[in-house]
């Protein structure tokens, strides 16, 4: 047995050298370790064939004869692993016909956002607190209290969403109740902006739409002037337009002011010439303003003959459509993909 064992081993280290690939060392296991018919398997079977003086020490022998092939049988595993990484890595190669991996599909910021953070940032700077106030207003802040009573006819221009059965609820149609509201919880000295999206009932068309954005902004405070006002409103254009704007002023009328205006600016999307996106007038309508009236002011708290204030109304919806050549207002709303990703 002793032998037969030795012979065994002998064949074994024999075919070993000549194995060459992890098949080839699958198959030398199979032929001496199966546990059915391998070579080794069959001769330990022996064992319980021979006497019991000689089993302890054949038992022995045949053991380490075993540890001995399968610790060979290990090592040559290793080194066939280790050879098939280096040959890998010897005939890897840039795959230059592979198509690059598709993009990764990132959100982007929707314009209005960048330009209410831009224009947030810029008041700030100077000085200005940005305040938020209810989308759902109460007539009272939404008109009353800009005086706009009841039945006045100002109230025409402003096609309200009125809600069921709450008759003094409304969506808010302007950004300006945030102006007595504000007043009313920070008192004076008081510079404010309220950026925020409004509600009309109107039909729509390439400049309009029924949900828009405006910018509302107050000061208020001892001896401001229309020309305190005009400075302001055209720093504002040309810090966020980046370019010198033209902007002419009309008489505007609005309850809340006295006076009030309209300050315009030559359309950036034709020079002037007309086109969609100014009604073919060649100048925007984009900041309405005027010196605060001093009824909002006693409405908000405040004694009319101590402090004077101005405000505007920045129409932010307009304003982006200046600045990136946008034709039409309904874009913003659509959710078009084909638009959004342009930002
Ligand atoms: N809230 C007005 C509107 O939506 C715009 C406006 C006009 C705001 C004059 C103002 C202002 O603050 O002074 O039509």
Known sequence: MKEQLERIKKEFVGALEEVKDALMLE???????????GELTQAMKGLKDVSVEMKKELGQFANVVKQELSGMLDNKKEELENKSFEDLAKNEAIDVTQSPLPKKKKGAIHPMSIIHRELEELFRSM???VLDGPELES????????????????RDGHDTFFIKDHSDWVMRTQTSPVQVRGMLKYGAP???????RVF???ATDGSHDHTFFQMEGLIVDKGLSISHLIGVMKGLLEGILKKDVTIRLRPGFFPFVEPGFELD???????????????????????????VHPEVIKAGGLDPEEYTGFAFGLGSMRLVMQRYGIEDIRHFMKGDLRFLDQF
């Open 190 to 196: 008081l510079r404010a902006v309220v950026p925020g």
């Open 200 to 202: 009309r009932n109107e």
């Open 27 to 37: 198959e030398l296991e199979q032929r001496f370790f199966s546990r059915k018919s």
């Open 265 to 291: 600016m030559v359309c950036l999307i034709c020079n002037g010439k007309g086109c969609k996106a100014c009604g073919n007038t060649g100048w925007v309508e984009i900041i309405p303003c005027g010196l």
């Open 139 to 154: 007539d009272y802040f939404n008109f009353e209290a800009l005086n706009i009573p009841k039945d006045h006819p100002a």
């Open 127 to 129: 000085g200005f607190m």
